[in-house]
């Protein structure tokens, strides 16, 4: 459950890795900070670390559930920031949460469900010791971007599975397996965005307010996973919107393919009809009928026959239903 307890200096550097009993006392030193990574903790430590930081019941109460919204919410001097998550799992997109306690001192971050461990955003951060030494804030900036970055080779990964599917939306006959999947893409997709959209309001809160957690130094740094934030989402509405589009050029492909089966099995349902009408007519039992005592009354009516068909067909070939 407990993936990495790290403490910093002041400046940057990587104190050392420390047991949660040890977060009070390192606390205790001046101008030190914990980093604290956590996936589907239980309720037990939970309520340790909220010992050691002191944070608000209602928060920990949240974190114990893996079924929150998107949301950032203050209590006292932490704030308590909840993000969905998203991993492309065998086609299909995996949704999960991560929640954040972030404090001037400490930054926790509680995974639960589809969730990539955040240590190379803890490396990364690491390699910066210039922008770490700003303290938890430039932690939570690593995680955020983190987290938005992983989104959009998802998007990415969708867009080159629809180009794959080209050849199966325009095809002729309908293929049932090919709209399930598109319909299925565009389901993920749906909820993909519901998940990211509301991102946008909570990195702009981050940009905007909370001065006493995050400097104005870091503040461009969370404006741009805003903007990333922002191109994963219009991705997202674009690649919905051709997917739509799929759908329906699919299913209008087929049936104008059913509508041109149908204006020929109609046209050589007209052709058989002609023939049909006439011979049935001589198929009535009257007593005088002239014609048929004559010589030339067979072959007369073949010839008739054939040129009603011949009409008939040059007529539908001149129209296209042949």
Same mark, same amino acid.
């Given at each position: 459950?407990?993936v990495?307890?790290?403490?910093?200096? &002041?400046?940057?550097?990587?104190?050392? +890795?420390?047991?949660?009993?040890?977060?009070d006392?390192?606390?205790? &030193?001046?101008?030190?900070?914990?980093?604290?990574? =956590?996936?589907?903790?239980?309720?037990?430590?939970?309520?340790?670390?909220?010992?050691?930081? @002191?944070?608000?019941?209602?928060?920990?109460?949240?974190?114990?559930?893996?079924?929150?919204?998107?949301?950032?919410?203050?209590?006292? +001097?932490?704030?308590?920031?909840?993000?969905?998550?998203?991993?492309?799992?065998?086609?299909h997109?995996?949704f999960?949460?991560?929640?954040?306690? !972030? @404090?001037?001192?400490?930054?926790?971050?509680?995974?639960?469900?589809?969730?990539?461990?955040?240590?190379?955003?803890?490396?990364?951060?690491? &390699?910066?010791?210039?922008?770490?030494?700003?303290?938890?804030?430039?932690?939570?900036?690593?995680?955020?971007?983190?987290?938005?970055?992983?989104?959009?080779?998802?998007?990415?990964?969708?867009?080159?599975?629809?180009?794959?599917?080209?050849?199966?939306?325009?095809?002729?006959? !309908?293929?049932?397996n090919?709209?399930?999947?598109? $319909?299925?893409?565009?389901?993920?997709?749906?909820?993909?965005?519901?998940?990211?959209?509301?991102?946008?309001?909570?990195?702009?809160?981050l940009?905007?307010?909370?001065?006493?957690l995050?400097?104005?130094? =870091?503040?461009?740094? !969370?404006? +741009?996973?805003? +903007?990333?934030?922002?191109?994963? #989402?219009?991705?997202?509405?674009?690649?919905?919107?051709?997917?739509?589009?799929?759908? #329906?050029? #699919?299913?209008?492909?087929?049936?104008?393919?059913?509508?041109?089966?149908?204006?020929?099995?109609?046209?050589?349902?007209?052709?058989?009809?002609?023939?049909?009408?006439?011979?049935?007519?001589?198929?009535?039992?009257?007593?005088?009928?002239?014609?048929?005592a004559?010589?030339?009354? $067979?072959?007369?009516?073949?010839?008739?026959?054939?040129?009603v068909?011949?009409?008939?067909?040059?007529?539908? &070939?001149?129209?296209?239903?042949?």
């Amino acid at each position: 459950m407990i993936v990495n307890c790290v403490a910093y200096r &002041k400046d940057g550097s990587r104190l050392d +890795d420390i047991q949660i009993e040890d977060i009070d006392e390192t606390l205790r &030193k001046p101008e030190t900070f914990v980093w604290v990574g =956590l996936h589907e903790p239980d309720q037990r430590l939970l309520l340790k670390l909220q010992d050691e930081f @002191g944070l608000h019941d209602l928060a920990i109460e949240d974190a114990q559930q893996a079924h929150q919204r998107t949301k950032i919410e203050a209590y006292g +001097d932490a704030l308590f920031i909840v993000v969905q998550t998203a991993q492309l799992i065998e086609g299909h997109i995996a949704f999960g949460e991560t929640h954040i306690f !972030f @404090g001037a001192r400490y930054l926790i971050t509680v995974r639960h469900g589809a969730s990539l461990s955040y240590t190379p955003a803890r490396h990364a951060c690491e &390699k910066t010791p210039d922008l770490l030494a700003h303290g938890p804030s430039y932690g939570l900036y690593g995680v955020l971007d983190y987290i938005v970055d992983n989104l959009l080779p998802i998007v990415r990964e969708f867009r080159e599975e629809l180009q794959t599917l080209e050849n199966d939306i325009f095809a002729d006959t !309908f293929n049932r397996n090919t709209v399930r999947r598109l $319909y299925d893409m565009q389901r993920d997709l749906m909820t993909l965005r519901l998940a990211v959209s509301p991102m946008q309001d909570v990195i702009s809160q981050l940009v905007r307010l909370h001065p006493e957690l995050i400097p104005d130094e =870091l503040r461009v740094y !969370f404006r +741009d996973v805003y +903007d990333h934030v922002f191109r994963v #989402n219009e991705s997202i509405g674009a690649m919905r919107e051709m997917l739509t589009a799929a759908i #329906n050029v #699919n299913l209008s492909l087929v049936t104008f393919g059913q509508n041109e089966v149908m204006k020929k099995l109609a046209g050589w349902a007209a052709m058989l009809a002609a023939p049909t009408l006439i011979t049935s007519w001589y198929g009535m039992n009257f007593t005088h009928m002239p014609e048929l005592a004559k010589p030339w009354a $067979y072959p007369t009516i073949i010839m008739v026959v054939a040129s009603v068909v011949g009409v008939i067909y040059v007529a539908l &070939k001149r129209a296209r239903w042949l």
